[in-house]
C-alpha cells in the first residue's frame, strides 16, 4: 500500500515549506510625451516633405473659406508646461514631479525577506505569502501597507509578470532558497503618496533602479521594459 501526499493546496500552491514572496513593481506611467528622437524627426520631416511634392491642391477660394472658420472674438494663449521641473534640477528622487517623459518605480529601504543579518536593503514593496486566496491578493496586501489605501493603483493581470529563485547569503534571515514573484502595479491620477513602513523611498527610472541592484541588474534590465 502506498501512502500519497497531495502535492497542492485548493489554490495550487505548493504545501512544502518553500517560502514564496510578492513584490510589486509599482510604476508611474510618463505623464508628457517622450522626445523624438533626432533621426525620428528626420524622417518624419523627410516623409512630410516628399507628401507635399504629391498632395492634392485646392482651390484659393476653398482655403480661404477654411481659414476663417473658427474665428470669433476669442482667443487662447496656450503655454506648454516645462519638461524639466524643480524636482528635476535638485534630483529629488522622492517626488512623483520628475522624469516626467520616463516611466517612475517605487523602491523603499528597510527590512526585506532574505536579507542578509536582516539589515535594511533597497527593495520593492513584498510581503512573505501567508493565507492569502492568492499570490495577487499578497501582492496587494503588500503594496497596500506601504502606501496605506489601493484606490489610486491598479493592478496589471492576476498572473505576475517575472519570478527568481533567491539564495540567500549565509548570514541572512532565511536559510533557504525562496521564490519572489513580481507584480506590476500602476499609479493612477496621484502626484503624492505617503509612504510608511520604511526608513527611506525613491521614485527612479529604469536606468537609476539599475544602481540599487547591481547583482542582478540583467534580470531586471529584461523584465522592465523601459
Request: one cysteine or more; aromatic letters at 14%; glycine letters at 4%.
Amino acid at each position: 500500500m502506498f501512502l500519497v501526499r497531495p502535492l497542492l493546496t485548493r489554490r495550487g500552491f505548493s504545501t512544502s515549506t518553500e517560502k514564496l514572496v510578492a513584490s510589486v513593481l509599482f510604476e508611474r506611467l510618463p505623464v508628457v510625451i517622450p522626445k523624438i528622437d533626432p533621426i525620428v524627426y528626420a524622417f518624419q520631416e523627410f516623409s512630410f516633405r516628399w507628401r507635399q511634392q504629391y498632395q492634392r491642391r485646392y482651390p484659393d477660394e476653398f482655403l480661404d473659406k477654411s481659414d476663417a472658420r473658427g474665428k470669433g472674438d476669442y482667443q487662447i494663449d496656450y503655454v506648454p508646461a516645462p519638461r524639466v521641473t524643480e524636482a528635476d534640477k535638485n534630483n529629488d528622487r522622492k517626488s512623483l514631479q520628475r522624469a516626467l517623459d520616463r516611466r517612475l518605480y517605487l523602491l523603499i529601504y528597510g527590512t526585506a525577506y532574505g536579507a542578509p543579518s536582516g539589515n535594511p536593503v533597497w527593495h520593492f514593496p513584498e510581503k512573505v505569502y501567508e493565507s492569502e486566496d492568492t499570490m495577487r491578493k499578497c501582492a496587494e496586501s503588500a503594496l497596500n501597507s506601504v502606501i496605506g489605501d489601493l484606490s489610486n493603483t491598479y493592478f496589471v493581470g492576476n498572473a505576475p509578470m517575472a519570478h527568481m529563485v533567491v539564495h540567500p547569503k549565509e548570514d541572512s534571515s532565511g536559510s533557504t532558497p525562496f521564490k519572489k514573484f513580481f507584480f506590476k502595479s500602476q499609479v493612477i491620477a496621484k502626484n503624492k503618496f505617503n509612504i510608511g513602513k520604511c526608513e527611506d523611498f525613491v521614485w527612479v527610472t529604469k536606468d537609476e533602479l539599475m544602481d540599487y541592484f547591481p547583482e542582478q541588474a540583467e534580470f531586471f534590465n529584461k523584465m522592465i521594459i523601459s
